[in-house]
């Protein structure tokens, strides 16, 4: 009986729609993070077409492998054959003038990058991946401004077996981050992890253990919608800005799609969850967060066959730059 109340009140549990947008002071950063493997990057390699994005954000996020000296794959490949960053390699970059127009347009580079994984637990091996990913973006014309460690606490507590302790994570992640500034002393360190699967209580307790330079929250909509209210997602997302703000951490919203069924789906759900955050701002129990990372993900074999977005064109319906106008409508 508990469990069809349960499915009762999911189903009735209204989604919140977009307001007009109630004038953000000061405005967060716009990060913009196509997914590694969409076919349309190449487009962004206009440079009029660059110089559009570059005014309507404020840095660009790759993906690590996108800036490893990997092979180029050979054309003709089913996406299912492909590894994540399909075509899109550093000699692409290098051949598209990528990088180098993002450096002229004053745009700063993040590389989201694996900082504890279940496939190593040398700290030397994520750090050697950073400084050449480093190395390879300095040889395109743009230096790596920040690194985000993609989800070390979900991986260490459920992913790697067996399961590591938080303090050897601390430990694991502090080591990382000592060699690469060890090389690299410039580069911004933060991380990402996953909300409800980990609690506010260890966001919290990892950012004061880590003092990263920054925290992004990747919010599971739905996950949290089947578990609890709307206003408990809201009232976690504000615990977890007190306590970036209380450790002077800049805090980060992932705009992402959780409905892969289309490309229209996707950025549909991506503007539900961005109402969730919307409606606490405008009820003045939320702020801003420093910035919002609108991003996508890749199609990969690992993953089974994820909806990957088209980048363009600017004002598409159903493209992660349609999506990047609306966030900044929204403010």
Known sequence: MGGLVDIFLFRRRR????????????????????????????????????????????????????????????????????????????????????????????????????????????PLVYASRITESARVARALGCGIHAVSFDEPWNAGFNIRQPAWPFEQIVAHLTEVRRLVHDDEPGIEIGFIEPYPTIGVDTLCASIEAFAPAFFHVDIDYLASKRAAPLETLQADVGRVAACCRARNVRFGIIIWGYEEDTAETFVRSAETLLAAIQHAVIRGDLSWPDRLIVQSWSAAAVLGPRLIPPTVPPDGSASLWGLLRTVKKSL
């Open 15 to 122: 989604d919140p729609t977009l307001e007009p947008g109630p004038g953000a002071s000061p405005r967060p950063e716009l990060w913009f993070c196509p997914s590694p493997g969409t076919p349309d990057w190449k487009s962004l390699a206009n440079p009029a077409t660059f110089a559009m994005l570059a005014n309507d954000c404020d840095a660009l996020q790759l993906y690590q492998d996108q800036l490893l000296d990997a092979p180029m794959p050979p054309l003709g490949l089913p996406r299912s054959a492909l590894p994540p960053h399909g075509w899109n390699t550093w000699r692409a970059f290098r051949d598209w003038g990528i990088l180098r127009m993002a450096a002229s347009h004053g745009l700063p580079l993040s590389v989201e990058s694996p900082g504890l994984k279940e496939w190593s637990a040398d």
